[in-house]
């Protein structure tokens, strides 16, 4: 399969607990791109890369995420003393640079928190 | 600022057409459309780069009005597996992040 892989894709983690995902974009892509996603609601923005480069981050980011692509390649987003309220769906996507490109998404990364 | 789409659900029977709409307050570079079904990653259908520019493909197309700030999707003759909910992303300039609507859930029922 070459589209975007996302890992794992379900995780069950106590509050206060530190947690890791991993995305593993499109080959050739040089952008990457992280959503998170609750019930019922649209994708939302939380922060996104070009090849290493981090070029945005929402507001919703607060200090307890991180994200790095460290090599331009895959990309990793962790939640450090997760709350309750981060249970949601972490969406990785990528796409080429330039205008009218696709963006692809991966299958998800959900997130329990309890 | 997020998109506003309309109507928020729909329920319609197999071979009914059906029209979703994306509205923003500020002005747009491009628009883009996904479905997403439930517990899955969305899935790409459509980009619309200029005001006024058409696409479609099979029975959904879609329209990009630049002046009006607004996007609508056309389903014709749905079949079941047009069922899911359906999200457009804007994007305010070029090669920025997408910012996503509030979604409309549509229900083809046979």
């Known amino acids: 399969d070459t589209g975007v892989s996302q890992n794992p894709r379900h995780k069950i983690t106590k509050r206060g607990q530190n947690v890791t995902f991993r995305c593993d974009p499109i080959?050739?892509?040089?952008?990457l791109y992280w959503y998170r996603q609750t019930l019922g609601q649209g994708p939302e923005f939380l922060t996104y890369?070009?090849?290493?480069?981090?070029?945005?981050k929402s507001r919703l980011l607060s200090d307890r995420f991180s994200a790095e692509r460290p090599k331009g390649s895959f990309s990793t987003l962790e939640i450090q003393r997760t709350e309750q309220g981060d249970s949601a769906m972490y969406l990785c996507a990528s796409s080429l640079k330039g205008p009218g490109n696709t963006i692809y998404f991966g299958e998800g990364s959900w997130l329990t928190v309890v | 600022q997020q998109p506003v789409q309309s109507p928020q659900a729909v329920i319609l029977r197999e071979g009914e057409d059906a029209v979703i709409n994306c509205s923003s307050s500020k002005a747009l570079y491009s628009v883009h459309w996904y479905r997403q079904k439930h517990g899955e990653a969305p899935i790409f259908l459509m980009i619309?780069?200029?005001?006024?520019e058409q696409k479609g493909h099979d029975k959904i197309s879609a329209s990009f009005n630049e002046k009006k700030q607004q996007s609508s999707l056309y389903l014709t003759a749905s079949q079941l597996s047009y069922s899911g909910t359906y999200f457009c992303?804007?994007?305010?300039?070029?090669?920025?992040?997408?910012?996503f609507g509030t979604g409309t859930r549509l229900t083809i029922i046979p």
């Open positions: 992303g804007t994007e305010k300039l070029e090669n920025e992040k997408l910012t």
């Open positions: 080959s050739e892509h040089n952008r």
């Open positions: 619309l780069l200029k005001g006024g």
């Open positions: 890369f070009q090849n290493e480069a981090q070029l945005e």
